[in-house]
Every structure is written in C-alpha cells, then in structure tokens.
T-cell receptor
Framework: AQSVTQPDIHITVSEGASLELRCNYS??????LFWYVQSPGQGLQLLLK??????LVQGIKGFEAEFKRSQSSFNLRKPSVHWSDAAEYFC????????????FGQGTELSVKP | EAQVTQNPRYLITVTGKKLTVTCSQN?????MSWYRQDPGLGLRQIYY???????DKGDVPEGYKVSRKEKRNFPLILESPSPNQTSLYFC????????????????FGPGTRLTVL
C-alpha cells in the first residue's frame, strides 16, 4: 500500500537560515507528489506538485522540492526562512489505484526563531 | 472569490447528539472530499464524491455519512457522535481526483474543530 513518511515531527530553524523538510514515500509506480502548508487556524494551501519531467519543482513562497526516485524522496527546501513560514507542512502522494485520493504524511511543524 | 466554506468552524457537542457539518464550494468542482486531521496522523480521508449522487468511502468512514445532492454541497453527518470523533475536519474540492489528474489543484476549506464530550 502507498504510504508517506515525514520523519521529523518538529523542526526549529533560525530566521534567514536554510530549510529542508524530509518526505519519503512508498509507491509502486511513478508517483504524483505534493507539498501543502497549513498556517495556524487555516486550511491547507498547495505549495508545489510533481507529476513528471524536471525533478526539481518550484513552488510558491520561494519553496522548491526535488524528486529523487532512487531514494523515494521528495524533500522540500527553502534557502532563507522567514518568520511567516512557521506552519505545519504536509507531504502527500496521489494514489492512482485508490480513486486518485491523496495520502498524507504525518506532518512536520516548523518553528522559526528570531 | 473561489473558495470552500465550512460551517460551523467550531463545535462542542455531547455523545449521541446528531450533527451536520456543511461544506460548499463555488468553483463548479466535481470532486469533493472530507478529511479528518489528528496529531501525528496527518490527514485521513473519510469520504469522497466524484460527482452528484456518487459517493464512496475513504480510509476512516466509520461513524460518518455524507450526501451529494447538489454539485456545490457535500455535508458531513455524524448520526451519533462519540468522543473518538473529536478532531479537526477539512472539506476539499477539485475538478478531478488530485491523484488521477493532478493538474487540478485541490482547494481546502478552513476546517471545523469538533469536540465530542
């Protein structure tokens, strides 16, 4: 069965520092992969998505993610974190053989130190 | 403004008292879905709907019902709520299932925080 693992429950970075959030997936075929952000008290907003082609995907708010098939990973990165990036981040895989639903990881909560 | 709305945003109720959480979207989306979010578990799909009058179970459907009588509305019904249904609930919509045709973005509502005492 497909699954998504986000190994880090909580990460704290200093403002201006770089960020990498990890995501590993288990899926038989080429996956559709997504990163969402959930700000406090808000719904989920799509940051970026990967379907095929270039393995480095650019998203909104200065985020990018790289698909690495050999490592079954889709890590999210940002070169310089802003205080407003503090939120919870979810990685998800599109389950082609389960009605096309999204399977989410457990989430990573990001705190930003001044 | 394109959006998914949910009501109520916050609800405290007691065990066994039937409740409905409404969800409405104004984007003419065919696909709608309900999720629950619990700490350490991420989001899990409860039910989804491919179109009007077409609904199906997700991963955690027990204790929930849905209906899709109109394209824009997809209410979530808890006939007899129990404390283990205390959670944060999200409704989402898109033109097509996000894992099948992912060029269609899935839009999420703001969430409904439900507490069952």
């Amino acid at each position: 069965a497909q699954s998504v693992t986000q190994p880090d429950i909580h990460i704290t970075v200093s403002e201006g520092a770089s960020l990498e959030l990890r995501c590993n997936y288990s899926y038989g075929a080429t996956p559709y992969l997504f990163w969402y952000v959930q700000s406090p008290g808000q719904g989920l907003q799509l940051l970026l998505k990967y379907f095929s082609g270039d393995t480095l995907v650019q998203g909104i708010k200065g985020f990018e993610a790289e698909f690495k098939r050999s490592q079954s990973s889709f890590n999210l990165r940002k070169p310089s974190v802003h205080w407003s990036d503090a939120a919870e981040y979810f990685c998800a895989v599109g389950a082609l053989n389960q009605g096309g639903k999204l399977i989410f990881g457990q989430g990573t909560e990001l705190s930003v130190k001044p | 403004e394109a959006q998914v709305t949910q009501n109520p945003r916050y609800l405290i109720t007691v065990t066994g008292k039937k409740l409905t959480v409404t969800c409405s979207q104004n984007m003419n989306h065919e696909y709608m879905s309900w999720y629950r979010q619990d700490p350490g578990l991420g989001l899990r799909q409860i039910y989804y709907s491919m179109n009007v009058e077409v609904t199906d179970k997700g991963d955690v459907p027990e204790g929930y019902k849905v209906s899709r009588k109109e394209k824009r509305n997809f209410p979530l019904i808890l006939e007899s709520p129990s404390p283990n249904q205390t959670s944060l609930y999200f409704c989402a919509s898109s033109f097509s299932p996000p894992g099948l045709r992912p060029k269609g973005e899935q839009f999420f509502g703001p969430g409904t925080r439900l507490t069952v005492l």
